[in-house]
């Protein structure tokens, strides 16, 4: 019987082996800084106890979180490119020739489906548009291991492609043409997004999701005084700062005594896992200098408590690396203004490398563990 492979319809001169070889090795370049980097934050938030992450350099969470993010938004023309390139093999006939090659296509399969599940519903979440049913966080970073492992799988069973051609010059002026066009407009996504955390190109962040101007006293803010439900909580004239658990002393501070005490001022950026900055100026009250008056020990692991009730970052954990540094602040004001109700009035949290959710706001309490 005559079964004609389809694979053979499709004639575009475009698609070559080279072609797909140099786009996957582009592809191979941007998953594995958006691995790399994701892993990063994911520890920087769930460290292991063991695990002291140093307090500087300052901006280092800024840069990897900054690059895991473009990286993802500059992956879409790249991935889309070579899906082009490559799926008239979706019609090759027979479409299963052996165990082996079933396995492969199967691992083919689970690379393509986790790579575009990463891109759509990382996209999403940096849109704000939570609009699926499972948590993005656990399914993002285990989705992650998926595909990184079908990437080595892939890399492997291709590595004799790989080497006849993903450093040799493409042939003809058309397909270089399109790899041209593809990277640039990888590079032009990458573009108009970086302004949200490079401040220079600020004016061409067409794409990103937050202008880092825009907000109550010019910076961004993900979730408000409303939405968090501390209004009511953070005008009450009771209010008292509280340092409390492991400690000598307890401290249970009002609002003029805080700011009656050494103030200190600091330049540190918010920098959101949703990729964009913002460097600020701060001035408040030393972490540091609380817990040593109230008599903490230096090691001492210390939890930050908001005055909001529920929500996923109502606090965060400070190890001694980040509450030793004399640039950890319970700030007060933000640009020498005292503190909008969405920014965390009247005390958050500021500490150098760290990312913007462990930064909390209204902070209520100081546990030393
Ligand atoms: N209590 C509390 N603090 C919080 C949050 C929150 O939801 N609750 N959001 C965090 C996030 S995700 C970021 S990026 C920063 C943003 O700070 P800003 O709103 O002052 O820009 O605050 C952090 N602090
Ligand atoms: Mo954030």
């Known amino acids: 019987m005559f079964v004609q492979d389809l694979s053979s319809r499709f004639t575009s001169r475009l698609r070559s082996e080279r072609v797909a070889a140099k786009l996957g090795m582009w592809l191979g370049i941007s998953f594995t800084?958006?691995?790399?980097?994701?892993?990063?934050?994911?520890?920087?938030?769930h460290p292991p106890p063991w695990l002291l992450w140093p307090s500087r350099p300052?901006?280092?969470?800024?840069?990897?979180?900054?690059?895991?993010?473009?990286?993802?938004?500059?992956?879409?023309?790249?991935?889309?490119?070579?899906?082009w390139t490559v799926y008239p093999k979706l019609w090759q006939w027979p479409p299963l020739r052996s165990v082996g090659h079933a396995l492969e296509r199967l691992f083919v399969l689970l690379l393509v489906a986790g790579a575009l599940f990463q891109l759509v519903t990382g996209l999403m979440n940096i849109a704000y548009?939570?609009?699926?049913?499972?948590?993005?966080?656990?399914?993002?970073?285990?989705?992650?291991?998926?595909?990184?492992?079908?990437?080595?799988?892939?890399?492997?069973?291709?590595?004799?492609?790989i080497r006849?051609?993903?450093?040799?010059?493409?042939?003809?002026?058309?397909?270089?043409?399109?790899?041209?066009?593809?990277?640039?407009?990888?590079?032009?996504?990458?573009?108009?997004?970086v302004g949200e955390t490079f401040a220079p190109l600020e004016r061409l962040a067409v794409l990103a999701p937050?202008?880092?101007?825009?907000?109550?006293?010019?910076?961004?803010?993900?979730?408000?005084?409303?939405?968090?439900?501390?209004?009511?909580?953070?005008?009450?004239?009771?209010y008292r700062?509280?340092?409390?658990?492991?400690?000598?002393?307890?401290?249970?501070?009002?609002?003029?005594?805080?700011?009656?005490?050494?103030q200190h001022t600091v330049r540190l950026p918010i920098s959101c896992v949703e990729g964009w900055s913002v460097e600020c100026e701060w001035s408040g009250v030393r972490l540091r200098d609380l817990l040593l008056r109230a008599g903490a020990?230096?090691?001492?692991?210390?939890?930050?408590?908001?005055l909001e009730q529920t929500g996923y970052y109502r606090s965060s954990e400070v190890r001694p690396p980040h509450w030793n540094d004399p640039?950890?602040?319970?700030?007060?004001?933000?640009?020498?203004?005292?503190?909008?109700?969405?920014?965390?009035?009247?005390?958050?949290?500021?500490?150098?490398n760290r990312p913007g959710v462990m930064q909390t706001k209204w902070v209520g309490t100081v546990r030393v563990a």
């Open 33 to 45: 800084v958006a691995f790399a980097t994701g892993l990063f934050s994911h520890f920087v938030q």
């Open 297 to 306: 020990s230096p090691e001492a692991f210390v939890t930050v408590e908001s």
């Open 58 to 83: 300052v901006n280092l969470y800024r840069i990897t979180q900054g690059l895991h993010v473009i990286s993802g938004i500059a992956t879409v023309p790249l991935l889309l490119a070579k899906l």
């Open 164 to 193: 006849r051609n993903a450093w040799a010059r493409v042939d003809g002026a058309d397909r270089r043409r399109f790899l041209t066009t593809v990277a640039a407009a990888s590079g032009l996504a990458a573009l108009l997004t």
């Open 210 to 238: 937050r202008n880092p101007r825009i907000g109550p006293q010019g910076v961004p803010v993900n979730r408000s005084a409303v939405a968090a439900g501390v209004l009511d909580a953070i005008r009450d004239p009771g």
């Open 129 to 161: 548009s939570y609009l699926w049913p499972f948590g993005f966080i656990q399914a993002h970073y285990w989705t992650a291991f998926i595909v990184y492992g079908a990437l080595i799988i892939h890399v492997v069973n291709e590595w004799a492609k």
């Open 327 to 352: 640039l950890t602040l319970l700030a007060l004001t933000i640009n020498g203004r005292t503190l909008d109700a969405d920014h965390g009035y009247p005390v958050r949290l500021i500490a150098p």
């Open 241 to 262: 700062l509280v340092v409390t658990g492991a400690v000598r002393t307890e401290l249970s501070l009002t609002y003029e005594e805080l700011v009656r005490l050494p």
